[in-house]
C-alpha cells in the first residue's frame, strides 16, 4: 500500500535557522505531491505542490520543496525561518488516483 | 474569499447515540472530502465525492458511517452508534474538477468530535 513518511514528528529551531522537513514515499509510478500547513487555529492550507516540470518547487512565504525521483522524496526547506512559521506540516502525496494521502504530520516550532 | 463551511464545530456525545456533521463547499467545487484526524496523526481519507457520485468509500466504516451530497453541492457525514474511537477530528475539503488530483484541497475548520 501506498505510504507517507515524515521523519520528524518535532523540530524546534531559532529564529534565522535553515529548515529542512523531510517526506518520503512509497510508489514507483508517477506521482502528484503536496505541502499542507495548518498555522495554530487556523485550517489546513496549501503551501505547495508538484506535479511535473520543473523538481525546484517555491510555494509561498519563501517555502520550497524539491522533487527527487530516484529517493522517493519530496522534502521541504526555507533558508530563514520565522517565529510566524510555527505550524505543523503535513507532505501529500496522490498516485494519479483518486486517494490523497497524508503524513503524520511535523510539529515546528520556532523560538523567537 | 470564499471557504469551505463545517458545523457543528464541537460535538460532544455519548456512545451508541447518533451524530451528523455538515460541511458546504466552495460555490462550483465539483470534488468533495470527508477526512479523519486522530490526535498526532494525518488527515484519513474517509469517502470522495465528484458531483453527487461516490468515488472512494474504501476506508469508510460502513457498519456506521454514512455520507451523502445528494444534490452534489453539501454534504451530510453520520455516524450511528458513535464509539469511544470515533473521538476525532473530521474535516471536510473540497476541490475544483479539472486534473482532481492535482488540484488543491480548500479545507474547513473541521468538527472535533468527543465520544463519552
Known amino acids: 500500500a501506498q505510504s507517507v513518511s515524515q521523519h520528524n514528528h518535532h523540530v524546534i529551531l531559532s529564529e534565522a535557522a535553515s529548515l529542512e522537513l523531510g517526506c518520503n514515499y512509497s510508489y514507483g509510478g508517477t506521482v502528484n505531491l503536496f505541502w499542507y500547513v495548518q498555522y495554530p487555529g487556523q485550517h489546513l492550507q496549501l503551501l505547495l505542490k508538484?506535479?511535473?516540470?520543473?523538481?525546484l518547487v517555491k510555494g509561498i512565504k519563501g517555502f520550497e520543496a524539491e522533487f527527487i525521483k530516484s529517493k522517493f522524496s519530496f522534502n521541504l526547506r526555507k533558508p530563514s525561518v520565522q517565529w510566524s512559521d510555527t505550524a505543523e506540516y503535513f507532505c501529500?502525496?496522490?498516485?494519479?488516483?483518486?486517494?490523497?494521502?497524508f503524513g503524520a504530520g511535523t510539529r515546528l516550532f520556532v523560538k523567537a | 474569499e470564499a471557504e469551505v463551511a463545517q458545523s457543528p464545530r464541537y460535538k460532544i456525545t455519548e456512545k451508541s447515540q447518533a451524530v451528523a456533521f455538515w460541511c458546504d463547499p466552495i460555490s462550483g467545487h465539483a470534488t468533495l472530502y470527508w477526512y479523519r484526524q486522530i490526535l498526532g496523526q494525518g488527515p484519513e481519507l474517509l469517502v470522495q465525492?465528484?458531483?453527487?457520485?461516490?468515488?472512494?468509500d474504501s476506508q469508510l466504516p460502513k457498519d456506521r458511517f454514512s455520507a451523502e451530497r445528494l444534490k452534489g453541492v453539501d454534504s451530510t457525514l453520520k455516524i450511528q452508534p458513535a464509539e469511544l474511537g470515533d473521538s476525532a477530528m473530521y474535516l471536510c475539503a473540497s476541490s475544483g474538477r479539472l486534473r482532481e488530483n492535482q488540484e488543491t484541497q480548500y479545507f474547513g475548520p473541521g468538527t472535533r468530535l468527543l465520544v463519552l
Open positions: 508538484y506535479f511535473s516540470g520543473d523538481p
Open positions: 501529500a502525496v496522490n498516485t494519479g488516483g483518486f486517494k490523497t494521502i
Open positions: 465525492f465528484q458531483d453527487e457520485s461516490v468515488v472512494d
